[in-house]
């Protein structure tokens, strides 16, 4: 039987315990909004700092050389791609998310010409990640978006198909689709498969050449830890990139950007999808904050994130049994990302009032409460003490105080 003591005795024997000391985090706090913004790590302060009064404030612009700043987008890069299954010269930090799908949509559509104009996404993912091709369609007339059933899109492949977006892990139920069988599918109807992998990137072990993904981008300040508004990433496979042209053909992507020449000419390789000037100081946090994962092998991420939502989910129904809580999403680890989600009429209030408590988790409209296992950092004990206060605040109705009831921007 799972006791207090257990998850504390699992905690000492897990092989990922000590890299939570790598994190500056809250005493006090139980930390699961991990999926939503990743803790500091003591490295992207140490960084930050050091980018900011020595390389900045000393070294002024020399520091585009001198400290390497130029170069940061691909550096960067070439420690996510270790994450995530990619060839170090097939990634690179920029943008944002959006901007990201922006670029790798457009141009796909553009690679397979005009007898494929169909651009594939399911109903009910991210916003960002609908409005974006919603945009694009209008800027692109040509463009035919197809918005999917969720499961749908298999079926909705045929020989007008140019890209097809899917999340790999979705924000709100937390499920994993088959990278590989649905990566197959797309490319055996002739589209791109562009992959959103900003819940799974840093939780799973994500292998995108493995299974054949073609184009990727995600997410830098969620479990990679970059913190508010880090760089994105993108991921164009080594077999398309001489083909794929970045329609923000900006001055970074350049071949020879210090030319300061009238006609664009696209950088070889992964180069060219950079648009403007590079954020360095976020950007030197998002570097600083991938060591948390130096010496981390993946397969262990996800066997800890599988383990930590096991027991939230056994924990809670035996806590909080009968207390109006449905579990969203999938129940197996297998079919897991790194969250756990669970719906109930008064989740927002019921939120409010863990986030007054020292536990913090997120909510997502219309019900749902959202917990994140970020294993570099999350524990055995965490997730018990975390059921206990749940328990309690359900126990207790404490949630019905008027504090609780006001929503705010950000939720
Ligand atoms: C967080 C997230 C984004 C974020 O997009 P930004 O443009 O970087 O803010 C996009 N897509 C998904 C699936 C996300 O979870």
New binding site residues.
């Given amino acids: 039987m799972t006791t207090r003591q257990t998850c504390l005795d699992q905690d000492v024997a897990d092989p990922l315990g000590e890299v939570r000391d790598r994190f500056s985090l809250p005493e006090e706090v139980i930390y699961l909004d991990g999926?939503?913004l990743g803790a500091l790590t003591h490295a992207a302060a140490a960084r930050v700092r050091e980018a900011t009064e020595q390389q900045w404030g000393r070294d002024l612009i020399s520091s585009w050389n001198r400290h390497g700043w130029i170069a940061l987008p691909q550096q960067t890069g070439r420690k996510i791609a270790r994450l995530i299954g990619a060839g170090a010269d097939e990634v690179t930090a920029a943008?944002?998310?959006?901007?990201?799908?922006f670029k790798l949509a457009a141009a796909a559509v553009r690679a397979r010409g005009s007898e494929r104009r169909a651009v594939i996404i399911e109903r009910g993912?991210?916003?960002?990640?609908l409005y974006?091709l919603q945009g694009l369609a209008e800027a692109m007339p040509e463009i035919d978006l197809r918005v999917v059933e969720p499961g749908g899109v298999e079926a909705a492949l045929d020989n007008r198909a140019a890209v097809v977006l899917l999340?790999h892990?979705?924000?709100r139920s937390g499920a994993v689709r088959d990278m590989a069988a649905l990566s197959a599918a797309v490319q055996a109807a002739g589209a791109f498969s562009l992959w959103?992998l900003?819940?799974s990137a840093g939780v799973l072990d994500v292998d995108l050449n493995r299974d054949g993904a073609d184009l990727a981008?995600?997410?830098?300040?969620?479990y990679l830890n970059g913190g508010p508004?880090a760089p994105?990433y993108l991921f164009v496979a080594k077999r398309h990139q001489a083909a794929l042209r970045n329609p923000l053909s900006g001055w970074m992507g350049h071949a020879r950007p210090f030319d300061f020449i009238d006609d664009y000419e696209p950088a070889a390789g992964i180069g060219r999808w950079l648009c403007g000037t590079p954020p360095i100081l976020s950007l030197t946090a998002l570097d600083a904050a991938l060591d948390a994962f130096d010496g981390v092998d993946m397969a262990q991420t996800r066997i800890k994130a599988g383990a930590l939502g096991d027991l939230f989910i056994e924990r809670v129904e035996a806590r909080c049994a009968a207390q109006g809580l449905t579990l969203v999403g999938p129940r197996a680890a297998a079919m897991r990302g790194g969250q756990v989600s669970f719906a109930h009429p008064d989740g927002w209030a019921i939120m409010q009032n863990l986030i007054a408590r020292g536990v913090i988790g997120d909510f997502r409209r219309p019900d749902v409460i959202r917990f994140g296992f970020a294993p570099l950092y999350v524990r055995h004990v965490d997730v018990w003490d975390a059921v206990e206060v749940l328990g309690d605040i359900l126990d207790s109705e404490s949630w019905r105080d008027e504090r609780f009831q006001a929503v705010s921007a950000v939720t």
């Fill in positions: 999926n939503s943008d944002s998310v959006s901007v990201n799908l993912d991210f916003p960002t990640d974006i999340s892990v979705h924000y959103d900003s819940h981008a995600g997410c830098g300040y969620k508004g994105a």
